[in-house]
């Protein structure tokens, strides 16, 4: 697609005589929302596919999509009302988290327009669904995860039918990960077992540098099972999936009642059972069960420290994240790589990860897109990231697509050079520009024990414009 430079110039102007209008005040509300989205963990719990049903309230508040609404300044989880409150709440009160539900009646989408879509959100939790998702649905999940998203998948027991539609969470989940549209092979290295498990205090693994089981929140040490069920863990089909917790007696790749996986840029977790995360109090007429308290189990921090875990907000659950001590747990280690988290985590020249229309993004709605004007001029975008020592294999990839209005086929007037640290890896010019995206890889294992900065950088000659529009990155190690 050849854009006009005049097309991205001219939405700088408009800004620009907004900004002479309305002075300082418009300052301030273009500032507002970097400072927020630079700390802020933005978590979309589903309340769309039945998960009140029966005796079930898994919901963190019944004000939908806002629990602010119910209460702005939660201090207890009865300032909230769902058996999903404590879990809000402690969300809340860190003032790192921004909460919302999708609510009864809506779609689970990504890369729309909608406030609830997946693309506003770093972390999406399934709290039992018990309808089952739609094709587009499916898709937009796998493909959410795909490209950096975090997903805490949380089942029941087989049988627990709430609504009396003939599915439940077992079969459900199981459908999303061996029936939609991107990847229906254990995308996650998992299955869920159809169990009915009476009751039981599943042990967590020995593993002190994992950060869900030692997080910000607490030490994992047990988790609860009342009627619940657990997973078959299929590292043929993803050898990054890893159980946290097992069944009493089970270990390996059986019994698995909590798991993490990695798939494509993003994370998820598997939690067997609801109960854990029901805090014993909602709305009236339900039957309810504090496993949230429950003195046998640490549930809380277990939850906690997953979300913590799936918004990215910790490293990869396990392994050197300073690159000193030789080991290496399986990851993608950069932040924001689809930029759908806006200007945050890259550093870029003004202007570079934007939503416009000008430029589509491969997925989502943003991209990080260098020169383009039409004029001398360069642009930047880098991101620091330290590669584990013990890691043998590390790759970075991104998705590029060069369109210009230069004719030559001889001369490279405008280039994108591509480096970590010092190294040169690959430099891009106008006489590469092709339609659509195409996929790049390089191999950074020489790096591995250092701590480098990815740079991408756009210089564009004085005439014709060339646009090096940059998505979904990577840097995958194992």
């Known amino acids: 697609m050849l854009v006009s430079p005049r097309a991205r110039r001219r939405v700088v102007g408009t800004l620009a005589v907004l900004g002479t209008l309305l002075g300082g005040a418009a300052a301030q509300i273009q500032a507002a929302p970097a400072a927020g989205a630079a700390t802020t963990n933005r978590v979309l719990f589903d309340n769309a596919h039945a998960e009140t049903a029966g005796n079930a309230d898994w919901i963190i508040s019944t004000s939908q999509p806002d629990p602010l609404s119910q209460d702005s300044s939660p201090s207890s989880e009865t300032d909230?009302?769902?058996?999903?409150?404590?879990?809000?709440?402690?969300?809340?009160?860190?003032?790192?988290?921004?909460?919302?539900?999708?609510?009864?009646?809506?779609?689970?989408?990504?890369?729309t327009s909608a406030a609830t879509d997946l693309s506003n959100f770093d972390t999406f939790v399934l709290p039992e669904p018990?309808?089952?998702?739609?094709?587009?649905?499916?898709?937009?999940?796998?493909?959410?995860?795909?490209?950096?998203?975090?997903?805490?998948?949380?089942s029941d027991h087989t049988g627990a039918?709430?609504?009396?539609?003939?599915?439940?969470?077992?079969?459900?989940?199981?459908?999303?990960?061996?029936?939609?549209?991107?990847?229906?092979?254990?995308?996650?290295?998992?299955?869920?077992?159809?169990?009915?498990?009476?009751?039981?205090?599943?042990?967590?693994?020995?593993?002190?540098?994992?950060?869900?089981?030692?997080?910000?929140?607490?030490?994992?040490?047990?988790?609860?099972?009342?009627?619940?069920?657990?997973?078959?863990?299929?590292?043929?089909?993803?050898?990054n999936v890893k159980g946290l917790l097992y069944r009493t007696g089970y270990s390996g790749n059986t019994g698995a009642f909590f798991a993490t996986s990695t798939f494509g840029s993003g994370r998820?977790?598997?939690?067997?059972?609801?109960?854990?995360?029901d805090d014993g109090t909602g709305q009236s007429g339900n039957t309810l069960y504090d496993g949230w308290n429950d003195t046998g189990a640490t549930n809380a921090a277990l939850a906690l420290n997953a979300t913590e875990w799936l918004s990215g907000a910790t490293d990869s659950g396990g392994g050197d994240d300073g690159g000193g001590d030789g080991t290496c747990t399986a990851a993608q280690l950069l932040g924001n790589p689809g930029f759908e988290s806006g200007n945050t985590t890259w550093t870029a020249t003004s202007g570079v990860i934007t939503s416009s229309s000008s430029e589509a993004a491969r997925t989502g709605s943003y991209k990080a897109w260098l020169d383009g004007y039409g004029s001398a001029h360069t642009d930047t975008l880098s991101q620091s990231v330290t590669i584990p020592s013990g890691c043998t294999t590390a790759t970075l990839s991104f998705y590029l697509h060069i369109d210009t209005a230069e004719t030559t086929t001889s001369t490279a007037y405008d280039k994108l050079t591509v480096?970590?640290?010092?190294?040169?890896?690959?430099?891009?010019?106008?006489?590469?520009?092709?339609?659509?995206?195409?996929?790049?890889?390089?191999?950074?294992?020489?790096?591995?024990?250092?701590?480098?900065?990815?740079?991408?950088?756009?210089?564009?000659?004085?005439?014709?414009?060339?646009?090096?529009?940059?998505?979904?990155?990577?840097l995958n190690v194992s």
């Open 80 to 111: 909230w009302t769902g058996a999903l409150s404590s879990w809000g709440v402690a969300l809340q009160k860190t003032g790192n988290y921004s909460l919302k539900t999708l609510p009864s009646g809506s779609s689970i989408t990504y890369g």
């Open 130 to 154: 018990n309808t089952l998702f739609t094709t587009a649905e499916k898709t937009a999940i796998i493909n959410f995860v795909s490209n950096g998203g975090g997903l805490f998948m949380i």
């Open 161 to 239: 039918d709430r609504n009396s539609d003939g599915e439940d969470a077992v079969e459900i989940l199981n459908d999303l990960m061996t029936n939609n549209s991107v990847d229906s092979t254990d995308p996650f290295g998992f299955s869920i077992d159809s169990l009915s498990i009476s009751s039981d205090y599943p042990s967590a693994i020995s593993d002190s540098t994992n950060a869900v089981l030692h997080g910000s929140f607490g030490t994992v040490t047990k988790s609860l099972i009342a009627s619940g069920t657990t997973a078959t863990l299929k590292p043929a089909d993803n050898s």
């Open 268 to 277: 998820v977790a598997f939690w067997g059972d609801s109960s854990p995360i």
């Open 419 to 474: 480096t970590a640290g010092s190294t040169t890896l690959a430099t891009y010019s106008n006489l590469n520009a092709a339609s659509g995206y195409v996929l790049k890889s390089f191999s950074l294992a020489s790096l591995a024990g250092t701590t480098s900065t990815i740079t991408f950088t756009g210089v564009e000659g004085s005439t014709l414009q060339t646009s090096f529009v940059i998505d979904d990155t990577a």
